[in-house]
C-alpha cells in the first residue's frame, strides 16, 4: 500500500527539492521512518463508560476480557496496557476463567514470545511491532505508543477520580483530532 505514482509508502514525506526544467527526476530528501507514522484520523479511541452497575473491583477487568475476546475474534492481535503487576494479575487470571469451556491465548509481556504468537499480549511498557491493532488501555494516563494502533480501547470506570482522569484522557484524544466513540454500558 502506497503512493500508486511512486510507490512508496504514504508515511514518507512528499517534499522534493525543485529541479529546473529538462533535468530529470526531482531528488526526494524523504527518510523512511523506522515505525510507521499514523494520521491520527486512523487511530480510532473507543470510550467504554462502565455505568454505576458495574461498581464491582474487577468490573473493569471483566470488561478488558470481553473486548478481547471480540477483537481476537475479528482477527485482531490485542495490547492490554496494564499500569502495575496487580492489574496485570488481576488481568491473567481472568482471562484464563472468563470464557466458559475456554480461555483466551495470552502471555505477559517479558516472557519470550515465540510462534505462533498469543492473540492477547499483557504488559506495562510498549509492545513487540506485531501487536499494533488494539489497544486496551486499563491505565489512568494515556501511553505514549498509543498512535501506532488502529484502535484504543479506554474502560471507563465508575469511581469518581477515575472517571476525572478519563475525561482528561478524552481531551487528550479530542484536542488532537483523534475520532472519539463513546458507549455506555
Known amino acids: 500500500m502506497g503512493d500508486p505514482a511512486t510507490g512508496r509508502p504514504f508515511f514518507w514525506s512528499t517534499h522534493r527539492r525543485a529541479e529546473p526544467a529538462g533535468q530529470g527526476e526531482p531528488v526526494s530528501f524523504a527518510r523512511p521512518s523506522p515505525t510507521p507514522i499514523r494520521d ?68 505477559r509481556q517479558g516472557t519470550s514470545l515465540e510462534e505462533p504468537l498469543p492473540a492477547v499480549l499483557i504488559g506495562a511498557g510498549e509492545p513487540p511491532a506485531s501487536y499494533d491493532g488494539v489497544m486496551i488501555n486499563l491505565g489512568l494516563d494515556v501511553p505514549d505508543f498509543f498512535s501506532r494502533f488502529e484502535r484504543v480501547l479506554e474502560i471507563v470506570d465508575a ?25 455506555n454500558l
Do not use: M, N
Request: charged fraction near 25%; aromatic fraction near 12%; charge should be positive.
Open 159 to 183: 469511581d469518581p477520580s477515575a472517571r476525572s482522569k478519563s475525561r482528561e484522557r478524552y481531551k487528550f484524544y479530542r484536542d488532537r483530532g483523534y475520532e472519539l466513540a463513546t458507549h
Open 40 to 107: 491520527p484520523q486512523v487511530t480510532r479511541i473507543d470510550f467504554y463508560i462502565l455505568s454505576d452497575d458495574f461498581a464491582a473491583a474487577t468490573s473493569h477487568v471483566l470488561t478488558a476480557c470481553k473486548l478481547c475476546d471480540k477483537a481476537t475474534a475479528g482477527g485482531k492481535r490485542v495490547y492490554a496496557y496494564v499500569p502495575d503487576a496487580a492489574a496485570a494479575e488481576a488481568l491473567d487470571s481472568a482471562l484464563w476463567s472468563f470464557r466458559q469451556g475456554g480461555f483466551i491465548a495470552h502471555e
